[in-house]
């Protein structure tokens, strides 16, 4: 009963906490022998947090962040709002905060969880058979071989995992050398994400509330510019001059690098007993912050279902709904901000249209909320397969509902961990929960007054949030086969 997580980057990390906590004998590998100190991902979005809230680290990630409830973009003279604080969440806001401490609190968790993590080890081979995976592994002392029951990759968009189980990492690389910085300004802008988007090119400019702003810059006259030039804070503000039409002039810049962006996704996310999470099944533009989260919410679909197959009670579909769930959520995810990114980086006859055509398609409601829920994370559903029992909600992700047990007030998501299902039942009699006695290892049921969607007075939801089933409680015989379905067989009371 083992895992090797290769990689402890924020996915990584996620899912090795969420293991452990399932009483996994789990193991992180990272080839880097220090901590990175480089900050990429700035932003923490509503999903994310939800997700969080069920390891207990959200509210301490928001304390050390900055709320921002609105995105103000700019063409010039002529822009649009949207509304982020409209989501249906307890955290309808983007969550401005470094990486870094987002990778603080959850190495914390596995930390306290016994997760032990072994720096400067680079994997360099991998086989797999009936049984397990062996990986060849170099250290300072040289070589040796580890062996585990599975194997996950969450070692970055160069993933060595990836590469040795020979899965193709397809798309493209954008030709646009894109600059990042962190720097104070001279000038104030408003609390919101603040693109500005010009004829040659863009300037993202969200708030970290403490003064500083993450700038993310390209400029189409320097985008030929080697990765390898440094970026100085003459040449950041030079660009911003042009970009913003002389609004923005950055004072300080205390951190800054060079990359080439890319769009790729992994063709499978699962090859036998190995599979891939994180940047190592998806990369794509910073344009909308989601890269950590995709992998946060990765993981967050993989540990519960990794976690019942080595736990030994998983039904024999359960690891393949894995790919089956998350492949079209990144393809998804790559398509909208790849979208995003071609009408930024757009040619003539585009950009002359822009200032007029996006601020229509935002003003669209249904085209809005589309957009939103899918930065957001909280817009994506489930196709579950069509030999379980169905029911209305199934695969939805479930909001934090409004409960009370034992007469006091109380959420959904307090309820809930990362590893047991959890079973709301507001029947009259209980006979949902009652139902679900002899899964109570794997079940969390719960007596409860409250409205459940869909007018259901019982309620399975799964480890990530999303609705395995909800239907009437008196249907007994139908929640029993739905807990085999999702639970295994009920264990034999010792």
């Known amino acids: 009963m083992s895992v090797i997580v290769v990689g402890s980057g924020p996915t990584g990390l996620m899912l090795a906490g969420d293991l452990a906590e399932a009483g996994v004998d789990v193991t992180i ?14 932003a923490v979005h509503a999903r994310s947090l939800e997700l969080l809230e069920v390891r207990g680290i959200a ?9 921002v409830p609105e995105l103000r973009a700019s063409f010039g003279t002529r822009g649009f709002s949207v509304d982020i604080s409209r989501l249906d969440s307890r955290y309808p806001y983007v969550l401005m905060v470094q990486q870094a401490r987002t990778e603080i609190l959850l190495r914390r968790r596995v930390e306290r969880l016994g997760v032990p993590i072994v720096r400067g080890a680079e994997v360099i081979g991998l086989t797999q058979d009936g049984d397990g995976v062996t990986l060849t592994v170099r250290t300072a002392e040289g070589e040796h071989t580890e062996r585990a029951d599975h194997v996950v990759g969450t070692d970055g968009a160069h993933s060595a995992v990836r590469g040795l189980i020979g899965v193709p990492f397809t798309g493209r690389r ?17 609390n919101a994400v603040n693109p500005f988007i010009a004829a040659d090119g863009f300037a993202l400019l969200p708030p970290f509330g403490d003064g500083w702003f993450r700038a993310v810059v390209w400029d189409r006259t320097r985008e030929e510019a080697p990765l390898t030039e440094p970026v100085t804070e003459g040449e950041l503000n030079a660009s911003l001059h042009r970009l913003t039409r002389g609004r923005v002039r950055a004072a300080d810049m205390r951190w800054s690098t060079r990359f080439l962006s890319e769009r790729r996704q992994a063709k499978h996310y699962r090859v036998g007993r190995v599979l891939l999470a994180g940047d190592a099944a998806h990369v794509h533009s910073p344009i909308g912050g989601m890269g950590m989260n995709t992998g946060l919410q990765d993981a967050a679909n993989l540990g519960w279902k990794l976690a019942a197959v080595e ?43 822009r200032p007029y055509v996006v601020p229509r ?44 047990v034992d007469g006091a007030p109380t959420r959904l998501f307090a309820l809930m961990d990362a590893v047991r299902f959890t079973l709301v039942d507001t029947s009259p009699n209980g006979a949902a929960a009652t139902a679900a006695e002899p899964w109570g290892e794997r079940v969390h049921a719960v007596r409860a007054e409250g409205a459940l969607p869909h007018g259901a007075d019982a309620l399975l939801v ?12 008196s249907g007994s015989d139908d929640l029993t086969r739905v807990l085999t379905e999702w639970a295994g067989t009920a264990p034999a009371f010792r």
């Open 29 to 42: 590998l990272e080839r880097r022998a220090e901590e990175s100190n480089l900050t990429r991902a700035f």
């Open 59 to 67: 509210d301490e990630l928001v304390e050390q962040g900055f709320t």
């Open 174 to 190: 954008y030709q646009t050398h894109i600059m990042i910085a962190d720097v104070r300004l001279d000038n104030d802008l408003p």
């Open 311 to 353: 736990r030994g009670w998983a039904p024999s579909w359960l690891l393949d709904s894995y790919e089956a769930e998350r492949h079209p959520v990144g393809r998804a995810t790559l398509r909208l901000t790849d979208t995003v990114t071609r009408m930024v980086v757009a040619s003539g006859p585009v950009r002359a249209l």
């Open 361 to 404: 398609l935002v003003a669209n409601e249904r085209v809005s909320r589309a957009v939103l829920g899918m930065m957001s994370g909280i817009g994506f559903s489930y196709d579950l397969p069509d030999t379980l029992v169905g029911s209305t909600g199934a695969g939805e992700r479930v909001p934090d509902l409004e409960l009370r």
């Open 462 to 473: 799964r480890p990530d949030g999303h609705t395995a089933w909800s239907g009437r409680a």
